[in-house]
């Protein structure tokens, strides 16, 4: 894996807040959630100081390792939590708090992704609610290079897609039916980018 320090060149999007008029939607953008000095360093540090790790999906009826690296990050108290699972950093709760103080929220879990360059993405997608119930809240932060957001409506093929670019330091919220009737993907390029970290926080809740 190449490490980048220099954060100069990645792009923030313009100050404010953005509700998205979409159907069976529940969609909220704030660029510069988190500013440039703040967006550099907390990337730096996760960059850094996470355990990276590839894992395998089933993909079209075969297993395969997935375009990315991840790390998952939970509360120790949850229901079926690995209790040998890394610890929250300073900069994750820093992070989380600052979402929930957002939201009014209250987030139990973490799942880190890291997109290395232009060849790693994933596809498109509805996430899986057996530990999270349905419609659930996602909350989604980026910091790192820009990378294409894309969404599509399930079933309304008349609906165009939409896409977001989610620039360093912004925050994206999806709630409501979002995830029953849309699905997204983040696409890979043939650009010479930077790597992206997203971390989307989650409500993880186990039957016992």
Known sequence: MTLFSDTELFATGLAGKKVFDLPDAELILIDNFFTKEESDRFYERILHQTKWREYEMEMYDKIVTAPRMISWYEDKDNVGADQNGPNWTYELLTIRGRVERETQLEFNSLLLNLYRDGNDGVSWHSDKEHNSGPNPVIASVTF??????RLRHKFRKEIPQVEIPLHHGSFLLMAGTTNSFWQHQVPKTAK????????T???TKRSE
Do not use: Q
Request: charged share 30%; hydrophobic share 40%.
């Open 192 to 199: 010479n980018v930077l790597p992206r970290i997203n971390l």
């Open 144 to 149: 790192g290079e820009t990378r294409m957001f």
């Open 201 to 203: 926080f989650r409500r």
